[in-house]
């Protein structure tokens, strides 16, 4: 059997769900091969010499720094329209009756923390028939839907449903039908 070639072994130093890089068992047999890298925030650190074009300065990853699991999106500062513009994004499936959305990952009340804002800017192949007026540009989405008419009306149309969905059982419910019930020569007596 061959010798593994030396670009396809294991990764020298891994770093853990906590951030912490640790050394792999042929890190430890190799010793003779490790060359030093530059030193990061005062610690110096340690790898394989064809490995060192894979990983070429090891930081230390701090809470505060973005996660490679997050493809490098910070966390955002979260204010009022941030949070209704991700409230809306979680109501798709509600808002439009046409279309199906999956699901969304996070639960009712906990809204993603790493999330960017970012604004279409229309191509320049695209005809300027197509594209918004300034006039008809908003600035979040919540405006953006409120100034549809048809999101509009499907909203009221719903909300009306609903409304009357919840008051059927309420205190005049019952009087309506007794009075339904009550014969209609018996009506007039008192």
């Known amino acids: ?30 010793p003779k091969r490790v060359a030093k890298v530059g030193s990061v925030a005062g610690n110096s650190h340690a790898l394989n ?15 505060a720094a973005p996660s490679s699991a997050w493809h490098e999106i910070g966390k955002a500062e979260m204010t009022r329209e941030l949070k209704d513009d991700l409230n809306v994004v979680a109501m798709l499936g509600v808002i439009d009756p046409k279309r199906f959305y999956k699901r969304s990952d996070y639960k009712k009340g906990k809204l993603p923390t790493n999330v960017h ?41 719903k909300f009306l449903e609903v409304q009357t969905q ?25």
């Open 49 to 63: 010499a064809f490995d060192s074009r894979m990983i070429p300065v090891i930081a230390k990853r701090t809470p």
């Open 117 to 157: 804002v970012g604004t279409i800017v229309e191509g320049p192949t695209e005809f300027r028939s197509a594209r918004l007026a300034r006039s008809e540009r908003r600035t979040n989405m919540v405006a953006e839907l409120m100034a549809d008419s048809k999101v509009r009306s499907y909203a009221k149309r």
């Open 1 to 30: 059997m061959a010798p593994p070639r030396k670009d396809r072994l294991e990764p020298l130093i891994g770093f853990g769900v906590d951030g912490i890089a640790t050394l792999s068992a042929q890190a430890t047999a190799a």
């Open 166 to 190: 919840s008051q059927r059982g309420g205190r005049n419910a019952s009087k309506a039908k007794a009075k339904a019930r009550k014969p209609k020569w018996a009506a007039n007596r008192h």
